[in-house]
């Protein structure tokens, strides 16, 4: 491929977004890789850079699993693992099927084929609440706050195996008060870690985006799970709570549980993943470790076919339409040759 | 114009069998769409099961009045998970649909004629409650009560156990709603998948509402049939389902007391208008064109209908409701 010499690698991609605090200037909430995350890249560096790698310790595995919408395939997934107590990333363009794929592995969508299983056990054709209920919680990239009750209610209800919940034991405040209790303590808790606690009492309706997206991720871990997948968590966040939030993920990892997050900034995905699963056209095209992921050609082509961040430097600029230009002469080409 | 009738007639629809009837009805509906979002269309439905449960095990069975309240009840639940069933894992408008018809499928079969010797067709059932008023502790034939709420002993007994019943229910959905339990049912309310992915099992929550609300309903029912002392099919049709609606809406959905508040606002709205439209038609203070006295029950309607339309516009949370909620619907 002679192209490949002006391409540009992701990296260089997404220099163009302003971050600041990137780096090593937030030590307040990261203080460099915890041991935990020097474990998780550690196991992974041994693991083949191909699609459908197997991994030493997979907490989730998935198996030709397929979802038509009509005559569109948005998610063939032929085989795909995730390694236990590491940061996961899935990143691909707009439409590459990340949220279909999600939706599916947690039981919000049945797939027209495939298995896969979680911690060893199938989790096909359960239903949402259980595959929770086993310990596997997910967001929503359209956040979903319970508007019409106040924070602290939302944060209640993540709790799970409450006694009050059962319609029989609910009438009496005395056989759940210790367990309420004790679940309003550690939603405390979480709010403050996630900076909500000032809005405690306020309507979930009534918070801004940002703060619906910090709310849904905190209410996720009152469920206390072991597997925690992330739709686009960073979304309409502002950089500086981001970095506290990259912080709050990162903590994940280092009180052993596995995250599996979608995120469009590469930034912050090379800041946290250990690893990064790139899916395009619903299929998975390329996996690795970040730093050799966005340097992958066949991920690259995968985001210009799409979108990718404006550059700032006209260096940069000129790289890029130069890239691009190659890409659509590629194209033609190939149009013309079938 | 004869204001002490008017006004004594007015203070009594306040606690009145009505009132009562419909208070215990919104209070399942509010069980079930105030704090769960369902969709019921299909209230009239359960009371109608609740009255015609006495009536036919009553007269046709000839077993004791307590049975056909228990038979009742059990024709109510059954009701609640045969319609929850295939509509509960569905979206919130096919239970709609669903109990929309439900409803007029039970009207018309109690009604048929087919089924006459077992339900009474069109004309209904009688003479099932007098198992109840044995159990009248009042004495026959005096009366009871203070100032303009003074009833006969028969009235009087009824009305005593129709609002030891809204007390009762009332306090159970006090206790219930503010419970874990209720908070799930809210939650389901405001985005049922986000209540999933926490692991809540919401079809199984949606039909424990359900059969609440319904039984509830049934409870209406009983006090409809028994207060009455009869039941007639076309009693129980779409119309009562929607002034159930207007009731809770007017006391404020997801409020405990917001259904009997709405209740007895309803009931008094409607008796004062009626009165007054009566009283004014016979004074000869309404011209004869505008509106004859066979012409007040409608206009009563409308009147109230009107009246709803404005408090929605300058009150829309219902007399209870809380203006921060709906300013969040607003978004
Ligand atoms: N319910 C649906 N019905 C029909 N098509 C759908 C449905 N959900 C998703 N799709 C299609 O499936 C494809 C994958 O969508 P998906 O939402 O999974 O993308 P994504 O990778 O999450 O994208 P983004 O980064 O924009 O969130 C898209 O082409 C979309 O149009
Ligand atoms: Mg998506």
């Given amino acids: 491929m002679p192209a490949d010499e002006n391409r540009p690698d992701l990296t260089d991609l997404d220099e163009g977004a302003p971050h600041e605090g990137h780096g090593g200037s937030h030590p307040a909430t990261a203080p460099g890789p915890g041991p935990r995350a020097l474990a998780a890249r550690e196991v992974l560096r041994d693991v083949p850079r191909v699609p459908g790698a197997p991994k030493p310790d997979p907490v989730l595995v998935a198996d030709g699993v397929v979802r038509r919408f009509g005559g569109l395939t948005a998610v063939d997934v032929q085989h795909v693992e995730f390694q236990r ?46 595959v929770a209920r086993r310990g596997m919680v997910r ?142 056209q619903g299929t998975v095209v390329a996996e690795g470790p970040p730093d050799a992921v966005m340097a992958d050609p066949a991920v690259i082509d995968a985001y210009l076919g799409g979108h990718h961040d404006a550059p700032l430097t006209e260096e940069d600029e000129a790289e890029q339409i130069a890239a691009a230009e190659a890409e659509l002469e590629r194209e033609r080409d190939q149009e013309v040759g079938r | 114009m004869d204001w002490s009738s008017i006004l004594g007639n007015t203070a009594r629809a306040a606690i009145g069998l009505e009132t009562v009837i419909y208070a215990l009805a919104a209070i399942g509906l509010n069980v079930q769409f105030g704090y769960a979002g369902l969709l019921n269309f299909g209230q009239a439905a359960f009371v109608a099961v609740g009255a015609y449960g006495i009536a036919v095990t009553v007269t046709v069975l000839g077993l004791p009045f307590w049975l056909g309240v228990v038979v009742g009840l059990v024709a109510a639940v059954l009701l609640a998970v045969l319609l929850g069933i295939p509509t509960l894992r569905l979206r919130a408008d096919y239970l709609a649909i669903a109990t929309i018809a439900a409803a007029e499928i039970v009207r018309l079969t109690v009604r048929s004629a087919t089924l006459r010797d077992q339900t009474g067709g069109s004309s209904g059932l009688s003479g099932f409650a007098e198992g109840f008023y044995d159990l009248n502790p009042f004495t026959p034939g005096q009366s009871y009560g203070f100032g303009p709420w003074v009833f006969g002993a028969r009235l009087a007994w009824i009305l005593v156990v129709g609002w030891v019943l809204v007390a009762v229910c009332c306090l159970v959905v006090f206790l219930l709603m503010r419970s874990p339990w209720g908070r799930v049912l809210k939650g389901i309310r405001e985005d049922e998948d986000a209540v999933r992915s926490l692991g809540k099992n919401v079809y199984a929550y949606k039909m424990q509402a359900l059969v609440i609300g319904g039984v509830i309903g049934a409870l209406a029912g009983f006090v409809f049939g028994v207060g009455r002392a009869s039941v007639q099919p076309d009693l129980y049709g779409t119309e009562l389902t929607f002034f159930v609606y207007t009731v809770l809406l007017l006391g404020g959905a997801a409020r405990v007391l917001g259904p009997v508040v709405g209740a007895a606002i309803f009931w008094v709205a409607l008796v004062l208008i009626e009165n007054v439209l009566v009283q004014a038609v016979g004074a000869g203070y309404v011209p004869d064109w505008l509106m004859s006295s066979t012409q007040v029950g409608q206009v009563r309607f409308m009147l109230v209908g009107l009246a709803l339309m404005l408090l929605m516009i300058f009150r829309p949370q219902g007399i209870f409701g809380d203006r921060r909620e709906l300013a969040i619907d607003a978004r």
Avoid: C, Y
């Fill in chain 1, 85 to 130: 107590g590491a940061i996961t990333a899935l990143i691909g363009p707009n439409g590459a099927g990340k949220t279909t794929f999600f939706n599916l592995l947690t039981g919000f969508d049945r797939p027209d084929e495939g298995s896969w299983t979680f911690e060893g056990r199938s989790l096909a054709r359960v239903p949402a609440h259980r």
């Fill in chain 1, 139 to 280: 967001t929503f990239q359209l956040t979903k706050a319970l508007s019409r009750l106040t924070v602290i209610e939302n944060m209640r209800l993540g709790a799970t195996g409450q006694v009050g919940e059962r319609l029989l034991s609910a009438m009496f405040r005395r056989v759940w008060r210790g367990q309420e209790d004790s679940n309003t303590r550690r939603a405390d808790e979480l709010l403050r870690r996630f900076k909500l606690d000032a809005k405690r009492e306020d309507f979930a309706g009534s918070l801004s985006g940002g703060q619906r997206k910090l709310l849904e991720m905190a209410r996720a871990l009152m469920t206390e799970p072991r597997l925690v997948m992330l739709d686009e968590p960073m979304a309409g966040v502002n950089p500086a709570l981001t970095q506290s939030l990259l912080g709050h993920v990162k903590d994940l990892r280092e009180q052993g549980m596995t995250v599996v997050f979608v995120e469009h900034d590469m930034d912050m995905v090379r800041d946290i993943s250990d690893w990064v699963v790139v899916m395009a």
